[in-house]
C-alpha cells in the first residue's frame, strides 16, 4: 500500500472551496525558483499550461498537484502538506486577493517509508 505524498489543512480546504466557487476548476504548481515561486500557486485549470516536463505528485481536495521537475528532486523523499497562512504572496496564486496565501510544510521521511510513496505522473 502507498504513503500520500500530499496532505491539505481544513483551513486550506475551505479556501479552496471559495476559490473553486469563484474560478471553476483549480490545480496547483510550485515551480521553485527564489521568492515565491517555491511557494504553492493555486490557479484555474485553464490559465496555466502544465509543462511536458512538470510532475503530478497527485490531488488535494479535488485539485491536481504538479511541481516543476528540478524543484521535485529536492522534495521527492518527503510528505507535503498544503496549508495556508494570512499573509500577501507575491505571485499569481488566486488566493492572495484573500489577504491569505497557501504554503508548502515539507516533512522528510524515514528511509523505509519513502520508499513507499505513491509514485508521480509524468
Do not use: W
Request: proline share 5%.
Amino acid at each position: 500500500m502507498y504513503l500520500e505524498r500530499l496532505a491539505v489543512t481544513d483551513q486550506a480546504r475551505q479556501i479552496i472551496d471559495q476559490l473553486r466557487r469563484q474560478h471553476g476548476e483549480l490545480i496547483f504548481h510550485q515551480s521553485g525558483g527564489c521568492c515565491d515561486g517555491s511557494s504553492p500557486m493555486c490557479l484555474a485549470k485553464e490559465d496555466f499550461l502544465i509543462g511536458s516536463r512538470d510532475v503530478c505528485l497527485g490531488e488535494i481536495h479535488g485539485c491536481r498537484f504538479y511541481m516543476a521537475p528540478d524543484q521535485f528532486k529536492y522534495l521527492e523523499n518527503m510528505h507535503i502538506t498544503i496549508d495556508v497562512t494570512p499573509g500577501r504572496g507575491a505571485s499569481f496564486s488566486l488566493e492572495i486577493p484573500l489577504g491569505v496565501r497557501f504554503v508548502a510544510i515539507s516533512k522528510l521521511l524515514p528511509e523505509g517509508e519513502s520508499s513507499r510513496l505513491r509514485p508521480v505522473e509524468t
